[in-house]
């Protein structure tokens, strides 16, 4: 702990210097390193889980990859108990966190990331705005008039850590501001996800129930208002508002993103009087050392200790649950949602499955239908003024990450499972669907940035990548 906060103080020395050309760049490189490195590692695991489900879906001890996720699970006691089988704990409860750490993406992003700022945030959301629309016409455009026309909803998500993952692959030949690009397109499309899931796959309402959750959410902003950072408090008046939410027909996992939305992202102190207490409490517990003692001092324990509530005061509530879940949601979560829900049984007709209608308004609206709404708005956007291409960033690497956002599986998958209940033949068909286009999107996505990405130099990184490389071999 100390020679961490050392480290900070002498970063802190040197970023109050006259910065040299490019270090602001380094750090912010930096810091969407992590992040990166995360959803791309995240990816290979769910990519590994995807595989796993599919295999032991298909082989012998089929029935009991399908016996396990029946499960019947129940919690709770008296009035509230809740029964139900593992898959829907899963896509419910589990998934319920994975919205809420896109709720607190979608909040950071929008106070001080690239949605910050209306300039820069425009493009990524006019992008997003038309990689949703074309996916939901293309498939409607199939399946209008039929049973089969509840799943326009599935093409219009993109993964994040798969599409990060195959991003990841070009190395630094992938400039930072297109793997931000890439983020920020992914944010917008993910609150749209969350926005369908919520207006058009609500089975019948309780008004009771949501009149509760209602009630919930009201206390949520009010202990934020009052300046409360207590993450216990939001944690039982969340968890409070996800069973009213789960009660009024309302998807459950909505409740996660709102309840992100009431996390607090203010500091309890500034950074001067932080690095101000931080100095004395290490100067404090240098006298222990310079005095030769062997353990800590009363003295030092002290100084530990007020430096670690310090550290809690610097960071916001927001970011230390970001950062605490994030881990989870990428290593477990996913993978976990994955494995329930990828498993697809092949036995019967795979050709008749890939010509249902189903998969192929999923293909057309991942393949084609998000290259096209992604790459021509974002082409619109800037040919009339309304935004700017980011520095360095060429048309033909947006239409590689247009080709990357076809990549659905989770939030695709997830949406499959809304659209289609009740109905085992359709879902099969879209989950098979959504699996097929979401490679071929990969594949693609990958050829098209390679083909236009230019070879690192031989002998020297750029500065702005240095950082990420550096960073990813030594992890």
């Known amino acids: 702990m100390i020679n961490v906060i050392a480290s900070m103080l002498v970063q802190q020395e040197s970023d109050s210097r006259p910065p040299g050309r490019g270090a602001p760049r380094r750090s912010v490189a930096s810091a969407f390193a992590e992040f990166f490195r995360t959803e791309a590692a995240g990816g290979v695991i769910l990519l590994a889980c995807a595989a796993l489900a599919l295999i032991w879906a298909n082989s012998p001890l089929a029935a009991s990859y399908f016996r396990l996720w029946e499960t019947t699970v129940t919690a709770g006691a008296g009035p509230l108990v809740i029964q139900k089988p593992l898959l829907l704990w899963i896509n419910d409860g589990l998934m319920a966190l994975f919205f809420f ?30 990689g ?65 899931i919520a207006l058009f796959y609500t089975s019948k309402l309780s008004l009771t129930a949501l009149g509760i959750a209602g009630a919930f959410f009201v206390a949520l902003v009010a202990v934020n208002r009052l300046g409360i950072q207590r993450t216990l408090i939001y944690a039982l008046l969340g968890l409070g508002l996800w069973v009213a939410m789960l009660k009024s027909g309302v998807h459950a996992t909505v409740a996660g993103v709102l309840v992100a939305l009431t996390i607090p992202a203010r500091r309890r102190i500034d950074a001067p009087r932080f690095l101000a207490e931080a100095r004395d409490l290490v100067g404090r517990f240098s006298e222990g050392v310079k005095e030769g ?13 007020a430096l670690e509530h310090a550290c809690e005061r610097i960071e916001t509530p927001l970011a230390r649950l970001e950062h605490g879940l994030h881990g989870w949601v990428a290593f477990f979560i996913m993978p976990v949602f994955a494995l329930a829900n990828a498993g697809v049984a092949l036995g019967g007709d795979v050709l008749a499955m890939l010509t249902d209608p189903v998969a192929i308004g999923i293909g057309l609206g991942l393949v084609l239908g998000k290259q096209v709404g992604v790459f021509g708005f974002a082409w619109a956007a800037v040919k009339t003024g309304l935004a700017k291409l980011p520095e360095g960033v060429t048309w033909a690497q947006v239409h590689g990450v247009s080709l990357l956002t076809g990549i659905g599986f989770t939030m695709s998958i997830f949406i499959a499972n809304l659209a289609f209940v009740g109905v085992p033949e359709r879902l099969d068909s879209a989950k098979l669907g959504i699996l097929v286009a979401s490679l071929i999107s990969g594949g693609l996505g990958w050829w098209r940035l390679r083909q236009t990405a230019p070879s690192p130099p031989a002998d020297s990184s750029s500065p702005v990548e240095e950082p990420i490389l550096s960073e990813i071999a030594t992890s």
């Open 293 to 305: 003692r062997a353990e800590p001092t009363s003295a030092q324990r002290d100084a530990v200790h």
């Open 132 to 196: 949703m629309v074309a996916p939901a016409v293309l498939y409607l455009t199939v399946n209008v008039g039929t049973d089969a026309s509840a799943g326009w909803g599935i093409p219009m998500a993109t993964d994040i850590a798969f599409a990060l993952g195959v991003l990841a692959l070009l190395g630094s030949r992938a400039p930072l501001a297109l793997k931000v690009f890439l983020t920020a397109i992914a944010i917008v499309d993910d609150l749209g996800a969350v926005l369908v």
């Open 101 to 130: 750490v896109v709720g607190l993406e979608i909040k950071r992003e929008v106070l001080t990331g690239e949605l910050a700022a209306p300039r820069k945030a425009t493009l990524a959301i006019v992008a997003a705005v038309g």
